[in-house]
Each structure stands twice: as structure tokens, then as C-alpha cells.
């Protein structure tokens, strides 16, 4: 332990910890109780397979800049869809596999801790708040699995969990932790008033695979086979349609959609737009573009435009020079309805 970090007047060093941030209120509260033990703090925040950084990460930002602590974004990929397919602890009500998402999101906040040599992660999960994955049993169960065994200090909740490492260590003062427990909000409530938090983020609501109509959008693109980061992106926008023969069909619901699309849209892949009326860009992916489809997917494009009868629309190949103009007839609602996901 060198000199420079020793607390001034204290005879131990600063805890450096590294904080699992949702911008949520426990979250916040779990921060400063952090900044009351005079820690160096990083604060991390995960972004889920279909979320950037730029759609999603500015709430979270301001409140990281209002505490004044540094924050990184970890984006979960690949690895964290190939668990969501069969997560090993299963799906809470939707898609939601709450226990091995904490377990998969704690292992990488671990491996960030290491990289850096801190002392370990804090989180603002609170006993008994969730029905499933904040019981006590659970907790452990999350912290051993995340490989975080007296690594893992629930702030909020710490005086009735066992003692982390950092606190035996005299790194952290466990009479500064609190013991919150069970679904009332009412601690964290005074507790926001005490440290003059009026606004935070409302991140339990926020989660797709909570969703159900979401849920069936993953469920079934798993089927399908498309199961990648660009796939889950694309999930999140539009209406979604599956023709005959396997192609998928997105349809932008607005302006920002029809932009997102456009990007999302893979070289080669076919996307139309109506003409002289307003209406949707439809994109179909390149493996479907065989005329029956894009007839199809030029209906689609008809039927959620501006025109009430059969209009013209432009079909593109992205990355190719070149403009085709087909046809949308109007289709009949209970056809749309057997092709909607
Ligand atoms: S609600 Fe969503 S983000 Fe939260 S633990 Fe469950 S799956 Fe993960």
C-alpha cells in the first residue's frame, strides 16, 4: 500500500470499486452509499444486444455526469445471445432469463474488476425487491456462479448478506451499508430525499425480453436461425413478417424506423419504398428476393402507406446502383394477419 493511497487522516487505502449502473434509482442510491466510503468508483452499464449507445445511453450518461463518476459501456453480443437461447437457470414470464442475464452481466463486471486489480463489484439490488432473482438463495447462487464470491457487495442490503472480503479487509465500513429488504420503496424513497435525488431512471420497465410481443419476435427469429446482433436490432423496430418460404419482411412504423431500416439493411438486401404517397420502407432480406416476395413485400408497403388503392413502389438493392418499380396491390387484412409474427 503506497502512501499517495491512503485516505488522508485514515490508516487504510480506498476501496476501488466497480459498479453495476441501470441510472435506476436503486442503482444511484448504491453509488453514493459508495461515495460515502470514499471510493474510487467506476460505474459500468450494460447494453443489451439490440441497444447502442447512442439510442440508449444517454439517460444513463447524465446520471453517471450528475454524480461526477466515470462511466463504460459493455455491450453484450454474441456470447450473451447464444445463452439467452438456453439459458442453463431458464426464462422468467417471457424471454427474460433473469437469473443467468445477473449471472452473465456480474461474470463480465468481475472480469472488468481483475483487468484492473479493484477490490469488487457493487450492485443496488435489493433483498427480496424481485419475486425471482433478488430471493436470498438466488443472490448467492448468482454470486458464485458469477465466480464473485466475496467479491459482490449488495450496498443496499449488505448488513443482511455475509461479509465481503473489502469489509473484513476494513476497505469498506459495514455499519455505512444498510439492510433494505422486500418490495416496499419506501427506504429508498427517504433515502433519495436524504441525498437530494429527484430524477432517475425507470430501468425496470425497460427490458424488452419482459416483453411478450417482443419475446415472440425472439422466439421466433431463434427459429428461423437469425439469431445475431444486427437481427436482434432490427426486432425492436417495425412490423415484422414472415412469407411463405421463410422470407422475413420489416415494415418502418415512422420516419426514424424508416431511416434505422435503411441502415440495418445488409448489401444485397431489397428495400422499398412507396411512390408519390407517404408510407413505409419494407426491408426483405436478400435470401428472399425472389419475385413472388417482393410482390408480397410491395403489398406490405401499400398497405401500411397513405394510398388506398394499389400504388407503385420502388424496389432497391442496397449497395447496387439501379431502381425497379413494381406494383403493391392492396391485400386483404386476414392475408397480412396469417404473415404478421
Ligand atoms: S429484466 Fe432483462 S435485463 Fe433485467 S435481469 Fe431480467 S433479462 Fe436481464
Redesign the pocket.
Known sequence: MSEEEKIPGGAKRRAKVVGLFSGGLDSLLSAHLMMDQGAEILLLHFL?PWQTVEEDGRDVTKRAEELGLPLEFIHLDRDYIAMLKDPPHGY?KNM???ID??IFMFRRAGERMEEMGWDLVFTGEVVGERPM?QRKPILNLIEREAGLVGRLLRSLSAKLLTETVAEKEGLIERDKLLAIEGRSRKPQMELAEEYGISEYSSPAGG?L??DPAFSKRVRESFEWGEDTPRHFKLLRLGRHFRLPGGAKVVVGRNQGENERISELAQVGDMLLDPVGVMGPTVLLGKEGGISENVETAASLCARYSDGSVDIDVQVRRKGEEGVEVVVGRQLESDVIENLRI
Open positions: 443489451m422468467g427474460n432469463p433473469c442475464c445477473h432473482s427490458c425480453l419482459t
